[in-house]
């Protein structure tokens, strides 16, 4: 899989441990890498944990009615 496929966090919000794919995948949804229809694989590792699962995107998220991740700061 290339890197353009992929969702990168961990430069901006350090290590989440369970809270990185969440914030991940808002931060797909927000810029438009996730749209409705996708299949999206979302993956986590840290220390002997090991966490994957696949989802199909049924809504699509109205960005207007909340802020960016960077308009909290």
Known sequence: MSMDHVVVTV?????TSAA???LA???AVRDGRIQRG?????????????????VEILI???KQTRPAADEHR
Do not use: C, K, Q, Y
Request: glycine share 16%; net charge negative.
């Open 11 to 15: 430069d901006r919000h350090g290590n």
């Open 20 to 22: 990185s794919i969440p």
């Open 25 to 27: 995948f808002d931060e």
């Open 38 to 54: 996708d299949t999206v694989l979302m993956e986590a590792f840290g220390g002997v944990s090991l966490g994957f699962g696949a």
């Open 60 to 62: 699509t998220a109205n």
